[in-house]
């Protein structure tokens, strides 16, 4: 845990968050600031600042995080007409807390990107 991470905050329940998932491993809980009807934050329990921190052995972990993603796709309702997954990765990306995390966006019909 870093002890001013807002996220390792939230995994650990010092603040509150509306979570809608959780295991032994990811947490999943609604942006407070969400660009879309459905915007949730998946995030590992264990700190890991940015996606080019990720190590070998987390490949299990960040597929699972997507995985996560998917049913909790499902569980809202998003499957049918289709979502998006987006992890910023650094400043200049938009990352804005640097506890690695994907964004699951979705619930109309989202601006196309490129």
Known sequence: MAADCIFCKIVNKEVDAEIVYEDRDIVAFKDISPVAPVHLLV?????IP???DLKQDDAALIGQMHLVA???AR???LDQRGYRVVINCGKDAGQ???HLHLHLLGG???Q???
Do not use: K
């Not at 995030?43 to 700190?47: G, K, M, Q």
């Open 43 to 47: 995030v590992p329990r264990r700190h």
């Open 50 to 52: 940015a996606l080019m």
């Open 70 to 72: 998917n049913d909790l």
């Open 75 to 77: 569980t809202f309702e």
């Open 96 to 98: 804005a807390v640097f």
């Open 108 to 110: 109309r019909a989202l």
């Open 112 to 114: 196309i990107m490129g």
